[in-house]
């Protein structure tokens, strides 16, 4: 069998003398959906710090079509085509939403360069009616949309969506679930950080359980919703 | 205090267009310089105390390429490129090791840059005032505006530097490389998971800073006597500019260098004992009424 297209192998990460991520293990096909599931500070922004070369391992690695990216400098990393969406939404506000998305552009790790800002307004709607609007002006979930987009253009692999959901309103939530399943439906890799299961059981294909830095649990995510024990132990608020 | 002096010299157009032509050459040259000053804080968030020796180096570059070849073209790149190559170095061998440490290591480094530029220049050119001329290119009759009379190459200094500074402008603006360092002055990290080489563009950007200076420093050359540490006067009347104008606004910048190069060419009738007093004084009045300067961003709360 082939390699994954991203694989997590027994990666440790420290933040000075304390250790955060304990052996983590996972792997993501080409066209899934993996909710990164956990609580509060299991680890879910940690993970992603760590494949985007934020907080590098210490040890263990990150492979990207079997190639070893860890330890490469973020920018790298994102051309390697991992395309990071932070947790917190940072847009850079004194540019305009149209600017936001130009610095974002590059081609893909092949050449290719299928998301253009054209297509872009296509699949974002809301955001071609505001173009010229400086983005630290736009509202939470405006800004969410838009930290999407602009990594969009940079033409990823796999994209990591850390809490896109995090402090919406519900109608808005309903939005960005949208719009995730879209482009799922589209084919592009996605691994999605969520405390929200709910959030995530229409949206992912499959699912992994972050506890306490440790990986606890792999599965589909129908065998997860099913799955009583792991939900109340591992998930439960 | 003259000031009938002052009165008689805006009276007579002659005398007015001159000072006018001092003020504008004054103004841009400090514009050059403090723009590339403020780029360089606005995007890496470092004061780079040796940009005036790097004004002096450009000068002395041009100096030296027009004493070889007699050619003013030939002179203005050596002191515009030689002095940005100098300045991508010092950012990448020297500079790039003090990012985020205190502001007193940051003086001290450049502090002792500006020390063994201003000795080589005196091991290599000499201690002596040094005097380029005029170009052969510019010995041209004066032009003539309203009665009064500037000297070719002044037009040109004016001119130069007003394209340079709008290019500088358009540039940051409306490039997508300008739209990447100014995400770059906002947010680094992010800008790097997006695929950019930050470490590169700090060193460019750096480069682009000093090659202002250098680009200074060359079209000062012909119209003022070289000696080493010329560029320590520069440099304050530059952090003059910049607090007037507001860091890392570079119409700021602009705004502020022709309001000093006014009041040193104005000043220099009316009030000359009291030129660099009222300088700093403007610089007080803004930094009381507008901590952030005319132009500059309020800082983030």
Known sequence: ?237 | MNLEALASCLSTSACAVTQVSTALIIGMLLFMVASGLSLIFGVLGVINFAHGAFYMVGAYFAYAAYQATESFAVAFLAGALGVGLIGILFERFIMSRVYGKDVLMQLLVCYAAILIFDDLVKIIAGPEYKMMGMPEAFALPPLEFGGGFVPAYYVFMILASLAIGIGLWLAIEKTRLGKIVRALAINPPMVSALGINTTMLYAGVFGVGSLLAGIAGALAAPTRTLTPGMGLSILIESFIVTVIGGMGSIVGALIAALLIGFTRAFGAIGFPLFVDGLMFAMMALVLILKPSGLLGREPAR
């Open chain 1, 1 to 237: 069998m082939a390699e994954p297209l991203l694989k997590i192998a027994g990666a440790d990460v420290f933040y000075g003398a304390s250790q955060i991520l304990f052996g983590v293990d996972f792997s993501v096909e080409k066209g899934q959906t993996m909710a990164l599931l956990g609580r509060n500070g299991a680890g879910k922004s940690t993970t992603f710090k760590m494949i985007a070369g934020l907080a590098p391992p210490s040890r263990g690695e990150v492979r990207l079509a079997g190639e070893t990216v860890s330890g490469k400098p973020p920018y790298r990393i994102a051309r390697a085509g991992i395309g990071y969406v932070p947790e917190d939404r940072q847009v850079f506000p004194e540019h305009t939403v149209d600017d936001n998305l130009i610095v974002g552009a590059k081609k893909g790790p092949r050449g290719d360069a299928h998301w253009t800002t054209e297509r872009i307004y296509e699949v974002f709607p809301i955001l071609a009616g505001m173009k010229t609007r400086l983005a630290g002006r736009l509202s939470g979930g405006e800004q969410q949309m838009l930290t999407i987009a602009r990594t969009l253009m940079g033409n990823p692999d796999v994209i990591l969506l850390d809490e896109p959901s995090e402090g919406l309103a519900p109608i808005i939530v309903q939005a960005i679930a949208d719009l995730i399943r879209r482009l799922r439906d589209m084919g592009v890799t996605i691994i999605l950080a969520e405390q929200n299961m709910h959030f995530c059981l229409g949206i992912a294909t499959h699912a992994t359980v972050v506890d306490k830095g440790q990986i606890v649990y792999r599965a589909t995510i129908e065998e997860l919703r099913h799955n009583e024990e792991i939900k109340s132990r591992y998930l439960a608020v």
